[in-house]
């Protein structure tokens, strides 16, 4: 049994109030697959799903791009061997010559540990900070969040929200679609 919420209403404003969407709410992981697939092939493009847990197959679903982050992570890898490296070689070499029993001021077995620890960190920042970015976090608004029962995401429950700004959406017909896709609830969010 599907529980269908009218389109929200703002009484303060007397009129309808701005349409974020329509989610619709699932059970299973395998519902919301389902439901992102049946959805790509009715036509809507502008949707997103919310999940406890990366669900194996939604991405493809949502025909979300691959990520670029490896890419980042490598880029940034190598920066971090070269920034190690030289930093040592600069102040051994360049700045600071020191010969210790006769051994070459250029050791580059004594840089292994540092260049190792640079990289590392450098990679780890960018990691974070490029998935923070992405996320689109810190955010402390979302429109999604207006969903009833929209806090059980990070617990048992699996949303699809088909937004209001996708050219194929239409708010009768998209609530048809949702409800066919047989979800636990289908609800308007408002802005």
């Not at 029962?149 to 239409?170: M, Q």
Request: aromatic share 12%; glycine share 8%; hydrophobic share 45%.
């Amino acid at each position: 049994m599907s529980d269908v919420a009218s389109a929200p209403h703002d009484a303060a404003a007397g009129g309808a109030a701005e349409l974020y969407g329509l989610a619709a709410e699932y059970a299973a992981p395998e519902q919301v697959v389902s439901a992102a697939e049946a959805a790509q092939r009715a036509g809507y493009r502008v949707m997103d799903a919310y999940t406890p847990y990366p669900v194996e197959g939604l991405d493809a679903a949502l025909s979300q791009p691959s990520s670029k982050l490896g890419f980042l992570v490598l880029a940034a890898g190598f920066a971090g061997i070269i920034l190690g490296y030289g930093m040592q070689w600069y102040a051994s070499v360049e700045f600071y010559p020191l010969n210790v029993g006769g051994r070459p001021l250029n050791s580059w077995p004594n840089f292994i540990v540092i260049t190792f620890e640079v990289t590392v960190l450098l990679t780890a920042l960018t990691t974070a900070v490029v998935m923070l970015l992405r996320n689109g976090l810190p955010r402390p608004y979302h429109s999604i969040f207006n969903t009833p029962g929209f806090e059980r995401v990070s617990r048992d429950r699996f949303f699809l929200c088909i937004e209001a700004r996708d050219p194929s959406f239409d708010l009768a017909g998209t609530r048809a679609f949702l409800e066919d896709t047989g979800p636990l609830a289908v609800v308007a969010v408002e802005r």
